[in-house]
């Protein structure tokens, strides 16, 4: 199935419409679409317009251009921006500007890519739906009284609603597949390592990577490989073989043995079940060898990834201070009371109590009974994926356990949001790629989800297999949302 990017990209070399056209008819449909769903925290027009014309100046001067250029996107809200307010919606860097864009970034500006503004987010990626933003919560599209997931859920819910094209999130434990399953869009994790880190605001060093949500496999297959490149400046990234995931869609996927976690069925409600169950059907007609498998110390993930988690945020986020860069308190005495006043005026609830969580387990007489046995079971837990690949080329499972929840049910209950992460943080504690792909609704119209997870740098392989789930069930995966979803008519 082609993608919107392609497709945009013939009417610009055509010159069906031009790329300023193109942004301001962009800007038009968000002026009167993203009041409802609150998708961006800012906008970045000036950007835009001038990228846009360089754009038409290429095409005017009978340049090749690539994919990406003069298409429009977002950018979630921790993603560093040279010139532009990266905030991390957070009041503590209301008004921070980087000096530098993020390497993610840089390349689809070098690929002519035109960012419509900054994408909304949990605050410091702090959460699972979207309200911990200090600039209000995201709504999502298919029904404005639900989160549209979290953190990554101003990006899904921009690309839902058509507002972008596609956008670029971050995943620390699920923030860009979980809203991928609420909004029913493609969401992408990469491999730990795949993509640089460089320019992205740190919540957990060792958790953290650059995603991509996008309205197609195809779109987000191009997005991948633009961004999916060696950089020397962040030392967790792999040089390792690249080759072209977009080249890799098209492959028979016969023989492919697909592992279904089975232990991650246990308890799940009806509708996700038959959801899921049918996907796999749609795999086995397609020619893919299903088969049944067990993840060893599957429940441990969630404790394992909230005590790293949480550890390593107190060390980040120990640098916001007030001195240097972004909000400061009034009225204080000494230096120590305004660190403190600041941080404490300066991060939300949700931020503070992760901060609290993070120290408690690092602190002395805890250290080793919580921290370094979480980083014992982490061992363990990669041990079992890397026995599970000796056997099957992916897994599925449920992206989340559940359909969209409304606004407001989770943040009553803490525990009860982290739980929602049960099925994608074993991915992040193992540096794995994955991908959440649309597999149906619920009765009240809400996208379910399904995760394919791979091997190390198996992204392209994992692109091939949604790719072919798409061409096949391509008219049960996408409906159009209750706000927006069609800027063009392609």
Known sequence: MEGKIKRLHSMLVNKEISAVELTNKYYRYIDEHNEKINGYTSFTKEIAIAAAQKVDADIAAGKEIPLLAGIPMAIKDNISTKG???????????????VYDAFAYEQLKKAGGVMLGKANMDEFAMGSTCETSYYGATKNPYDTQRVPGGSSGGSAAIVCSDMAVYALGSDTGG???????????????????????????????????????????????????EIAKYDDKDATCVDYDRKPALEMLENDIKGMKIGVIKNLFDGLGSEINDAIMKAVEVYKSIGAEIVEISIDQFDLSLPVYYILACAEASSNLARYD???YGYRAENYID?????????????????????????????????????????????????????A????????????????????????????????DMCTVPVNICGLPAISVPCGYDQNGLPVGMQLIGDKFT??????????YEEKEHENMYRKPLVGGECIGL
Request: proline share 3%; hydrophobic share 40%.
């Open 389 to 420: 690949f000796k056997e099957v080329d992916m897994l599925l499972c449920p992206t989340v356990a559940s359909t969209a929840f409304k606004l407001g049910d989770m943040t009553k209950d803490p525990v009860e949001m982290y739980l929602t």
């Open 322 to 324: 007030g001195v240097r």
């Open 84 to 98: 532009a307010v990266t905030s991390c919606a957070s009041k503590i860097l209301y008004n921070y500007s980087p």
């Open 459 to 468: 992204e392209g392989r994992l692109l091939n297999a949604a790719y072919k």
């Open 335 to 387: 230096r120590e009371e305004m660190i403190c006043k600041t941080r404490n005026e300066g991060f939300g609830i949700e931020v503070k109590r992760r901060i609290m969580l993070g120290n408690y387990v690092l602190s002395s007489g805890y250290y080793d009974a919580y921290y370094k046995k979480a980083q014992i079971m982490r061992g363990e837990i990669s041990k079992s994926f890397t026995q």
């Open 175 to 225: 923030s860009v597949r979980q809203p991928a399953s609420f909004c029913g869009q493609i969401g992408l994790k990469p491999t730990y390592g795949a993509v640089s880190r460089w320019g992205l605001i740190a919540y957990a060093s060792s958790l953290d990577q650059i995603g991509v949500l996008a309205g197609s496999v195809e779109d987000a297959a191009i997005v991948f490989d």
